[in-house]
């Protein structure tokens, strides 16, 4: 089926009837960025769906109310419907918002509904209309993924055609053409073994009505890829990174294979990022083009001096796993400091190199695909208009090379947080610029404090196994 087109409630119905749609798939996203999903037959299916939503209980969804308040109802956005084509039966999805079943007001813990609460927030400061976000989501293909953790014992193992791990296995015969540590960006097939999966994925994104900018391998080995999409308003953007990941998943699963955007799943190689270009516009004028260092507005730097205050506690929500912080590690290429350039990579934001002051934006390089991406989008929103609004000036550029520098120099440079500990303790000192114009509310950021302490916790209760090559004879 082609992809399709909908603007408004009839649009969908018509595109039901045509296509012979047997089935209506409702998306939407919990707290941390999962897509779940219920599905209905079309003959329950009508316009006045989309005013009265369809009823379910979301006590069972992790972060949100208990059984005393799981009444919900989703309401399905008509502009998001797609042809679900990993699903065997003719569907049509739908992305939804969460609201409550009598006021219907929208769910303070839906990521969407927090979203489009920051856009008001910024059409009523007067500053602009509209913020674009355009991510960039790293993800590894692997062949295997084996892990398990018990009171005796803890361990994982993936593996890939491609590692350089695997140039003494024997594949009968073994054709080499494994990919060298920090090597994979980016060789031509047979180097390159998921080029074909890639292109699928490619393929069916365009399909389900992503437009696609390029497709490569990344720098590590074993199966690192990127798959670049073009940009969005900040509801566009996360709906299509949670389309991105469901298409990438189910083409992979396709080939026996499993897709992940875990930061860092592989030691010692390079990790998984979600560089997100981003700027904020007023009706047709990019707020962000201007005279100032690198085609900046003064608008622009006050946007980034925003996020660098406060982006130790953003790191809480953009970077919410303790795997970020093994990609998030100073000497290693990673954007830990919390500068911007026009050249330095290595800077938390980047200025990128444009030939029209359209697309003049900056790139914050520190988040990566773990996040849920309405939150992420809504913390650097957030703390971009607060920048804005109260002249947070950041400073002068880094153009130097970070890794050069003197230990005198580099202390004066502040950097992102050392792990998901630091990032949580950050938010809980740090979360005023998030609670303006009741984007996010403190019930919000409680539970969101609550549930990632609960995952430090967790991880501090298990010994890893370095610990015993370490320390067991000692």
């Not at 205050?309 to 290429?333: C, D, M, Q, W």
Request: aromatic share 12%; glycine share 6%; proline share 7%.
């Amino acid at each position: 089926m082609s992809m399709i087109q909908c603007q408004t409630s009839d649009d969908v119905l018509r595109v039901i009837s045509e296509k012979g749609i047997a089935f209506v798939d409702f998306k939407f996203v919990d707290p941390f960025g999962q897509w779940q999903h219920l599905t209905i037959p079309t003959h329950e299916f009508s316009k006045e769906s989309f005013q009265d939503g369809i009823p379910f209980d979301g006590s069972s969804i992790r972060g949100w109310k208990g059984i005393q308040e799981s009444d919900m109802s989703l309401i399905p956005d008509p502009k998001t419907a797609f042809i679900d084509l990993f699903i065997d039966e003719p569907t049509i999805s739908l992305i939804c918002d969460v609201v409550d079943p009598i006021t219907k007001e929208p769910y303070s813990r839906d990521p969407r509904q927090i979203a489009k609460k920051a856009i008001e927030y910024l059409k009523s400061t007067g500053i602009g209309d509209v913020a674009y976000f355009g991510p960039e989501a790293e993800f590894f293909i692997f062949d295997d993924i084996r892990f398990s953790t018990g009171p005796n014992h803890s361990f994982y193992q993936v593996d890939s055609e491609e590692a350089w791990w695997n140039t003494s296995r024997e594949e009968n015969p073994n054709l080499g053409y494994k990919i060298p540590y920090k090597r994979g960006y980016f060789p031509v097939p047979p180097m390159d073994k998921n080029h074909h999966i890639r292109m699928e994925m490619v393929k069916t994104l365009e399909e389900v009505g992503i437009t696609v900018e390029r497709e490569h391998h990344e720098v590590a080995t074993a199966g690192q890829g990127e798959i670049n999409f073009r940009f969005s308003d900040i509801i566009g953007s996360g709906d299509n990174i949670l389309k991105y990941k469901y298409v990438l998943r189910n083409v992979g699963y396709r080939h026996g294979k499993f897709v992940t955007f875990m930061p860092k799943p592989i030691a010692g190689d390079n990790g998984s990022g979600m560089h997100v270009h981003f700027s904020i516009w007023n009706g047709s004028t990019n707020l962000f083009a201007g005279n100032s260092y690198a085609g900046l507005s003064e608008i622009a730097l006050y946007a980034i001096g925003g996020i660098i205050k406060h982006a130790k506690a953003i790191a809480a929500f953009s970077n919410p796993t303790t795997n970020s912080y093994h990609r998030l590690v100073p000497g290693f290429e990673a954007p830990v400091r919390l500068a911007y350039s026009a050249r330095n990579r290595s800077a938390a934001i980047r200025i990128p190199i444009v030939n029209s002051p359209k697309a003049k934006r900056i790139e914050v390089r520190f988040p990566d695909a773990s996040s849920n991406p309405y939150l992420t989008f809504t913390a650097l929103l957030m703390a971009a208009i607060d920048g804005i609004e109260n002249r947070i000036h950041p400073g002068e550029p880094l153009d130097k090379d970070i890794y050069s520098l003197p230990p005198e120099e580099l202390a004066n440079v502040p950097q992102t947080p050392g792990s998901l500990q630091e990032a949580i303790d950050s938010l809980k000192v740090d979360h005023e610029f998030l609670l303006k114009g009741g984007v996010m509310n403190l019930d919000f950021i409680s539970m969101w404090i609550d549930a990632k302490q609960a995952e430090v916790d967790a991880i501090r209760l298990i010994p890893h196994p370095k610990e015993f090559e370490l320390y067991f004879d000692v």
